[in-house]
């Protein structure tokens, strides 16, 4: 039915398993770190982004060698955060650019309209 886990392939996702938490934590720091919205945007999510790759690779192979076949549901989570998460990220730079304009900060002034 399974077959037992070799030892390289436990080593392996568990060294993915660290660098994704590195990761986080790296990103965590860029967040505190940085001292404006838009700067605090790009930085942390490509680390997150990197974090979800790697724990993603490790359950990848250590539920197809658990299974002794390939398993790609893990597959799900990287495809579901590569649609959600460049959306998102505009989704609150906008907010955040409009806020700013509302506020009367010194930012560029809205695109014209094609009619215009």
Do not use: K, N, Q
Not at 40 to 65: D, E, K, N, Q
Not at 70 to 92: K, N
Not at 94 to 113: H, I, K, Y
Request: glycine share 6%.
């Amino acid at each position: 039915m399974s077959a037992a886990v070799p030892f390289w392939v436990e080593v392996v996702a568990a060294a993915l398993l660290v660098a994704s938490g590195l990761f986080v934590v790296i990103g965590a720091w860029g967040f505190v770190r940085l001292p404006d919205f838009f700067l605090r945007m790009h930085p942390p999510a490509l680390t997150y982004t990197f974090a979800s790759w790697c724990v993603t690779l490790a359950g990848i192979l250590y539920f197809s060698m658990l299974a002794s076949e390939p398993r790609l549901h893990p597959w799900l989570v990287i495809i579901l955060l590569s649609i959600t998460v460049p959306v998102t990220t505009l989704l609150l730079a906008r907010v955040a650019l409009f806020r700013m304009r509302v506020g009367g900060a010194d930012v560029p002034p809205p695109l014209a309209s094609p009619r215009d």
